[in-house]
């Protein structure tokens, strides 16, 4: 079930990340976190190698981003996919700040066979 626990997380990640103020990122859960609950803020975070991976992740984005997506992927399910997703999610906020301070939510009708499940 890890798969789909790593999915989820990612299908978390993306969906929080456009949300209007400011998201919401519990300390040190850049990576995988395997937590049944919230996980505690206070507990010691590994800075240092969360920064050695985005500095791995950096050089692999000089390359381009498809190329670097591409090369992160390939490693699932290593942690820094996460890490890539939440940096690359964190880019659009930054570069497009009037979209998220001033967009709106937009209604969408699902349509089609599995419409109920939405």
């Known amino acids: 079930i890890a798969d789909a626990g ?11 990340t456009p949300l209007p103020g400011v998201p919401d990122f519990y300390r040190g859960t850049e ?11 206070r ?12 500095d791995q992740l ?3 984005a000089e390359s381009g981003d498809t190329n670097a997506a591409r090369e992160v992927v390939g490693r699932w399910p290593y942690p820094d996919v996460k890490l890539w997703t939440t940096a690359a999610c964190l880019a659009i ?3 497009y ?5 001033f967009g709106e939510y937009l ?7 599995y419409a109920d499940h939405i």
Request: with cysteine.
């Open 97 to 101: 700040p009037g979209l998220f301070a």
């Open 31 to 41: 990576l995988w976190d395997f937590n049944l609950v919230d996980p505690d803020n």
């Open 6 to 16: 790593y999915i989820n997380s990612l299908a978390q990640l993306v969906l929080k």
């Open 93 to 95: 906020r930054r570069d």
């Open 58 to 60: 950096g050089r692999a």
């Open 43 to 54: 507990r010691p975070v590994d800075y240092d190698a969360r920064r050695k991976c985005l």
């Open 107 to 113: 209604p969408l009708t699902a349509e089609g066979k």
